[in-house]
């Protein structure tokens, strides 16, 4: 999973795989998932082993059960029943249907010594993307918002089209790295029209992610930032989804349809409470600074695990996760 973890903000709507080769209780040979459409990790595993010879007698580690099926690449499984490697250790089965025991069962059928659960739980979270994807059809989603220490996100009212900063520079340059990390970023119309946000990484190296916009009318003027050439950018009209029905859950089948897996939503309290009430949240970060704007709006009604909290200089980040 350490080395998986290198896949992470490039891979989808793929999972981020991780795969290690031993011989004789040494690595031989270690990969994880490139960029969509790039090798898999076993294939990047496979290639990296110098003398091709010793993976005859070799054990390959692996998160994710080895895919079965032609997508961008040929199937993994070909691969390792190609290069006649004896031993493969499997963290957890792949839920896609595509896949779902059959690359196990090819595997197996080749005379190769499958063994499947290995650090399974931890596999499974860090598989979380892509578990939710396949198993709740919709992203996963991460709820993000600042908040001043007297509990508002934004003020009442602004004299300027641009966001009212309540964070450090610190914790502003985080939220960039974990834009890079996510396949999508969400907001509604008046965080649009208010803060003209350009929804990209500025502050970190990085993948920009895909801007989703919420846009009933198609009403927001093309001179906007979200509508710049710098990323992708998906409106949600009434042409999408339908707005007379729980609006979380129309936007995840619509984002699910997209081949979306993840996805950050910063939007203002209407669009934020709409996942918080219809319980389609899987995290929650946020974010708690030393301002006070004493009125405006105030920060979503909110419950959920406590994961952690962490000091950045002088701002609170707190995590939650949805039990």
């Known amino acids: 999973m350490d080395i998986a973890i290198n896949g992470l903000g490039i891979t989808a709507p793929n999972p981020m795989v991780g795969a290690v080769i031993v011989h004789n209780d040494k690595i031989i040979g270690e990969g994880y998932t490139s960029a969509y459409g790039g090798n898999h990790a076993e294939v990047n595993a496979i290639h990296s082993v110098k003398n091709k010879a010793l993976l005859k007698q070799a054990t390959l580690y692996v998160t994710l059960e080895p895919c079965s099926h032609f997508g961008k690449t040929p199937p993994c499984s070909d691969l390792i029943i190609k290069h006649q490697i004896p031993n493969v250790v499997i963290g957890c089965i792949d839920d896609n249907p595509e896949v779902s025991g ?48 007297d509990g508002f996100i934004a003020p009442a009212t602004k004299d300027k089209k641009e966001p009212v900063w309540i964070t450090n520079t610190f914790s502003r340059q985080l939220v960039h790295k974990w834009r890079a990390e996510e396949q999508a970023i969400l907001v509604g119309t008046n965080t649009v029209l208010e803060d003209n946000p350009s929804l990209t990484v500025r502050d970190w190296s990085g993948k920009h992610p895909i801007r989703v916009v ?94 952690s909290e962490v000091s950045i200089i002088d701002d609170t980040l707190t995590y939650y996760k949805n039990t």
């Open 102 to 149: 059959k690359g196990i069962a090819k595997l197996k059928a080749s005379g190769c010594n499958v063994t499947v659960g290995i650090l399974e739980a931890e596999c499974k979270s860090h598989h979380k993307r892509f578990f939710t994807f396949h198993n709740k059809k919709r992203p996963y989603i991460i709820l993000k918002w600042a908040e001043t220490s």
């Open 214 to 307: 919420i846009d009933k009318t198609n009403a927001l003027p093309k001179n906007y930032s979200v509508f710049d050439n710098k990323s992708e950018t998906l409106i949600i009209s009434e042409n999408e989804v339908n707005f007379n029905k729980p609006l979380a859950q129309e936007i995840c089948h619509f984002l699910h349809s997209k081949n979306i897996t993840s996805v950050i939503v910063e939007g203002g309290l209407k669009t934020l409470q709409s996942f918080i009430d219809e319980n389609l949240w899987d995290e929650a970060r946020i974010f708690t600074g030393t301002s006070k704007f004493a009125t405006g709006i105030k920060a979503p009604n909110f419950t959920g695990k406590l994961l």
